[in-house]
């Protein structure tokens, strides 16, 4: 309906108006670069694309939206995996590639100020001669944006240590769904009036667009070792997370990867670090000081032996270091290798649940008859499983799709969550009343429209809808695929 | 000209029947004590005061006030600083006292659950037998609440290390100004959803009242050890606490008293470890594993002298380390001491700024005409200028809150901010806009209509208001005891 009604050609011109010709992308044929992002199962163009280069041109931009109250989706690398930057039909993309300066290295108060395209590990790139680093580091890195990570608040294989991406996000320019530009937060760790950091990033886009971002950065450590530990099963590796927490010891990082993992790990990669017949490995980061980190050390190989661990060994120089965490970087990729397609699960449970929940995971695997490979943040109980299958044999997705469902609900079962790190997106609004009470989710919506009246930010992300939810959930892409209008 | 119209009457039927004739107050002699809280430069009494005891007598007793339309200002202890739990005039004032019971205990995923009422100290006594502690340590702590501590997001002498509240706060029941219930957060570190989290924790009692809290336990270090070195003057101390931060080593606490301070705590609690001749003494509070503290505390002790310590003493025991806190701890006290009445100002500085701050905070002194005892968290950069004056002299308070008001916008010119861990309140809330712009401020009431579109909820408070800013901070004070009716 809304096509019939939209003015797109004077929307083009005012929004070429601001950004320029070569800031607009309307050819369908262009457009597809841009129809999904890490979540490739969901796909769809937006109308137009947007490139713009400021805070200015992103208010602009947003204002027109808000006039012809048009959805607008951000975008940043498009690496998210839950479905965030999926674009809206009828709706503007606005993408922030062109947004990637870095404005302001304060080394004094360790901040740095970005434009949200700024590369994650660029940060780190701007500030690691004086010595200091950017913690938060997902998989996807040298790829993701800092924009991108404010909206999914992305964590990383250290973030039990250093937190995840609100830990380190100190205050941010923002772009409100009107246009209006506002500062929240503030270089100071804690200031008066309401959080709106805390609220804003994590917020998949539903609130604003982030135009800069004050991000806080840490000494390097002084020293890093990493452990390798293998066991005969995964239940022996978890415990031994919970029993080196219990102990008081936070490692930078503690990784688990199962058997499935392993070999496939080793298959594509060839570490020779992961012996191929451990139940699993678990991996340990720890850092610190050079007084203390051997000392560290020590006390975590004696608890992965208390646990009946038949070997720790300590990486002894920066090549074996970066050859342990090699095989758990390529985990995914070697997944690949197990099957045509796999399906990234991103769930939390509380770190004493692990070994219960791998137990009924597998359990499900057998069930559905899905190999399902287990690597994940054991530190912090947020698991990946990936659950292996072809896309090209009819009704495997869906089944699988199903799978994943179920071990999402385990993970609520057992005080855990949904999503650990992947956010909610287009993949999992219709998950949220399995966590949240429609109280609970009334009182988000009403945050939402305090900030987005006409519900033009990314809308029908995050939130369950009866449009989508209780259908099938991939009803919406198939009718789209076939040409049916959604309004 | 409410008053008129409010069926009082009716409305203390209603909750009596919910909390029971023995947890009402409706007698102004015993209002009396209900009057204030620990800003006693603002006085006034509620029309009623409820004292419920659980999450459900919460809910009905705002659901009256929802009916009515009547405010609602909760109170736990009534330590804060900034008048957060003020009552209003034409409200109900809701005790959370009877609600002191620590609900559960989860060793395993160390978290505590707590009523509001329950004291910040209780919190550790419940934990430390198993090697527990709960880090945010008011000095009030053993006797504010944990309910308080949530409204205003407390700090402490540990926060640098350890953060404030809202760093320690997993989950919250909230009873919204609706009546309605919601859970907020989780037991784990991160959830998908918007944080409420974190912006229910510091909304200083306006956006509903959190009847069950979460709270994150922490391992007890494994040794602690405190350093006092001595400085001729206050700047050097102020510039080894950067050079600290530089190094790479987050002390668990890192405090400046002036010389003022230390002849005043030494003329109260002689403790004999303060030099009286010293330009100022640095605290330094190193904790963590034994193998790690005295090698941390050596190069603390280095940069110490770098900066021209002329000593640095570690406490050799217990009760030399108690000793050396117990000083700091009863500065406040002290200072009464030294004049009859001291106005606490509370305000936050980026580290770096510390020498030019606190030489400007000397030049304000010297053109009022007050002295200023310095005491502060140097490592969060929060200060806490004590201005002594005499309430008894016409004139005083008011040339002391302005005295005040300069320090704070001396705090916002260099990039600070107007409240380190007390509040907004109603004492500083005409200082917001010197924070935030009038689009940042609307953000934040827009969030606030969400909770709370009545505005019941605590009103008249941290947000700026024509009628009580611009003109003298007090006079709403002054015509209430007068007894003007000021609706």
């Known amino acids: 309906m809304l096509t019939q009604v939209t003015p797109w050609q004077a929307i083009t011109t005012a929004l070429t108006e601001i950004v320029g010709a070569e800031g607009i992308v309307t050819r369908s044929e262009e457009l597809f670069?841009?129809?999904?992002?890490?979540?490739?199962?969901?796909r769809q163009q937006p109308k137009i694309v947007v490139l713009p280069t400021s805070t200015e041109q992103v208010a602009e931009v947003v204002k027109v939206c808000d006039h012809y109250r048009i959805p607008f989706v951000a975008r940043g690398s498009g690496?998210?995996?839950?479905?965030?930057?999926?674009?809206?039909?009828?709706?503007?993309?606005?993408v922030t590639s062109r947004m990637n300066q870095v404005l302001e290295v304060d080394l004094e108060n360790q901040r740095v100020v970005v434009q949200p395209g700024v590369i994650n590990t660029w940060v780190t790139q701007a500030v690691t001669n004086q010595g200091l680093?950017?913690?938060?580091?997902?998989?996807?890195?040298?790829?993701?944006?800092?924009?991108?990570?404010v909206a999914e608040n992305s964590g990383g294989v250290h973030c039990l240590k250093y937190g995840v991406t609100t830990n380190h996000v100190l205050g941010l320019t923002v772009v409100l769904p009107s246009g209006d530009v506002i500062q929240i937060g503030s270089a100071l760790p804690e200031g008066p009036g309401y959080d709106l950091t805390g609220v804003f990033v994590g917020s998949e886009g539903t609130l604003g667009i982030a135009t800069e971002i004050t991000l806080r950065v840490l000494p390097t450590p002084e020293m890093i070792q990493v452990l390798l530990a293998d066991f005969t099963t995964i239940d022996a590796a978890a415990v031994t997370v919970s029993d080196i927490i219990k102990a008081g010891i936070?490692?930078?990082?503690?990784?688990?990867?199962?058997?499935?993992?392993?070999?496939a790990v080793e298959d594509v990669v060839a570490t020779q670090c992961y012996p191929r017949d451990a139940g699993a490995v678990l991996l340990i980061e720890v850092d610190g000081l050079a007084a203390e980190v051997p000392y560290l050390s020590q006390r975590v190989m004696e608890i992965c032996s208390q646990n009946g661990a038949r070997q720790v060994r300590i990486a002894?120089?920066?090549t074996e270091r970066l050859k342990m965490w090699q095989g758990r970087k390529a985990a995914f990729a070697a997944a690949g290798r197990l099957s045509p397609n796999y399906f990234v699960q991103d769930g939390v449970i509380p770190r004493t649940q692990l070994p219960y929940v791998l137990q009924e995971i597998n359990a499900l695997s057998e069930q559905y008859g899905?190999?399902?490979?287990?690597?994940?943040?054991?530190?912090?109980?947020?698991?990946?499983?990936?659950?292996?299958?072809?896309?090209?044999?009819?009704?495997?997705?869906?089944?699988?799709?199903?799978?994943?469902?179920e071990?999402?609900?385990?993970?609520?079962?057992?005080?855990?969550?949904?999503?650990?790190?992947?956010?909610?997106?287009?993949?999992?609004?219709?998950?949220?009343?399995?966590?949240?009470?429609?109280a609970?989710?009334?009182?988000?919506?009403?945050?939402?429209?305090?900030?987005?009246p006409k519900l033009i930010a990314n809308p029908d992300k995050v939130f369950p809808t009866p449009k989508t939810c209780g259908e099938a959930a991939h009803s919406q892409r198939f009718l789209a695929q076939a040409g049916v209008e959604l309004f």
């Not at 670069?33 to 969901?42: F, K, M, P, T």
């Not at 913690?135 to 990570?149: E, H, L, R």
């Not at 079962?413 to 009343?433: L, N, T």
């Open 33 to 42: 670069v841009y129809e999904c992002d890490g979540l490739a199962s969901y």
């Open 440 to 452: 609970d989710l009334e009182m988000m919506a009403s945050l939402r429209r305090a900030f987005d």
């Open 407 to 438: 071990i999402l609900k385990l993970c609520v079962r057992v005080g855990g969550s949904i999503s650990g790190e992947h956010g909610i997106g287009s993949d999992k609004k219709c998950f949220m009343p399995e966590m949240f009470s429609p």
């Open 370 to 405: 899905y190999k399902i490979a287990n690597v994940f943040h054991a530190g912090d109980g947020n698991l990946h499983p990936l659950i292996l299958y072809n896309e090209a044999i009819p009704g495997q997705l869906e089944a699988v799709e199903e799978l994943g469902g």
């Open 133 to 149: 680093f950017y913690a938060p580091d997902p998989s996807s890195q040298i790829i993701c944006s800092v924009g991108g990570n």
């Open 250 to 263: 936070i490692p930078a990082g503690m990784e688990i990867m199962d058997n499935l993992s392993i070999n």
């Open 79 to 94: 690496t998210g995996l839950s479905g965030g930057a999926l674009p809206h039909l009828e709706g503007v993309l606005i």
């Open 316 to 318: 002894e120089d920066v």
